[in-house]
DNA sequence: GCAGGGATGAACT
DNA sequence: GTTCATCCCTGCA
């Protein structure tokens, strides 16, 4: 089955819809903002989670495409990636910059989450977007469609560059970062 | 039992 | 620009 979420394949190869998934308006309980930088994993490369097979804690990524996968990352922080590809292959993307959405409701919210003022220190890395969105375990496993989650369709075209990954040792070599070009909300400037 | 992690923020040169 | 402590849970020996 093929899920079609804001115009995007989530049964095609991972990289595809991470560059899909630039400009693409993320919601959680009605806060967020357009996503402009993503990361690709797949089970064929040592840096993915799922690269080591089915466990407890990867299961949502060798479930259903189109859904939601948070885990704990040193301890401390939550990631939220979308689930792609198909059931028992695994494969995600993790959505690492917002660029927070043009809304005082939301923003005050996630000003409020992340105890700070700076917009583009509101969401700019994997670990603050969730703070900012209120992203948890609770979140795990959520179909993309569905109440708290939205996707809206991006409204105009973006440039999309691709370059190597962040904060992984292994397979860093892949192209498989994405972000906007010239995006002032990206965690770090793009590296070719 | 233990090493290390898809990160962040503060404290540095 | 760079290092460094810190969070605690997962996965494998």
Redesign the pocket.
């Known amino acids: 089955m093929v899920m079609d979420l804001a115009g995007i394949d989530f049964s095609a190869p991972s990289p595809e819809v991470a560059r899909r998934l630039i400009g693409v308006t993320l919601l959680v309980d009605g806060v967020g903002g357009r996503i402009v930088e993503t990361?690709a994993?797949d089970a064929s490369e040592p840096?993915?989670?799922?690269y080591?097979?089915l466990?407890?804690?990867?299961f949502s990524?060798f479930g259903q495409p189109g859904r939601s996968?948070v885990?704990?990352?040193?301890?401390?922080?939550w990631?939220?990636?979308f689930v792609c590809r198909e059931p028992d292959h695994g494969a995600?993307?993790?959505?690492?910059a917002l660029e927070p959405l043009d809304d005082a409701a939301g923003l005050a919210l996630m000003r409020e989450r992340?105890g700070?003022d700076d917009v583009r220190?509101l969401c700019?890395?994997?670990?603050?977007?969730?703070?900012a969105l209120g992203v948890t375990r609770a979140h795990n496993n959520l179909p993309l469609d569905a109440p708290p989650l939205v996707l809206l369709p991006r409204r105009r075209e973006v440039e999309v560059l691709a370059g190597m990954?962040?904060?992984?040792?292994?397979a860093v070599e892949l192209p498989w970062r994405f972000v906007e070009a010239g995006s002032r909300f990206l965690?770090k400037?793009h590296r070719g």
């Not at 700019?124 to 703070?131: I, K, N």
């Not at 990954?165 to 292994?170: D, H």
């Open positions: 990361e994993y840096a993915s989670h799922c080591a097979g466990t407890e804690r990867n990524m996968y885990y704990r990352s040193h301890g401390l922080h990631c939220l990636n995600g993307v993790l959505i690492r992340r700070l220190l700019s890395g994997p670990g603050r977007l969730a703070q990954r962040i904060g992984i040792s292994k965690s400037p």
